[in-house]
């Protein structure tokens, strides 16, 4: 994968993620959230992980935008105008 496609996939994700999460826990009190029935975690680390939830969700929707998406043909070196 070519670094501008990497750019072209995370930059976006990111404020896409940065967006969902100051969203998402605007609304939600994390410290009301249940994590797997016990497993209690502060306010920051349910800040941060759901963070990069959003953001790796993000990323794997604009991952498989930029797959789908057809590529620009390749010039034909014999073709001469």
Do not use: H, N
Not at 5 to 11: A, G, V, Y
Not at 13 to 19: C, D, H, R, Y
């Amino acid at each position: 994968m070519k670094w501008r496609s990497l750019m072209w996939i995370l930059w976006p994700s990111f404020l896409v993620g940065a967006a969902t999460s100051a969203t998402v826990f605007a609304l939600v009190d994390p410290l009301d959230i249940p994590i797997f029935g016990s497993i209690e975690l502060s306010r920051q680390q349910m800040y941060a992980g759901g963070f990069f939830l959003f953001w790796l969700m993000a990323a794997l929707s604009s991952s498989l935008s930029l797959y789908m998406a057809p590529s620009a043909p390749e010039p034909d070196p014999l073709d001469t105008y």
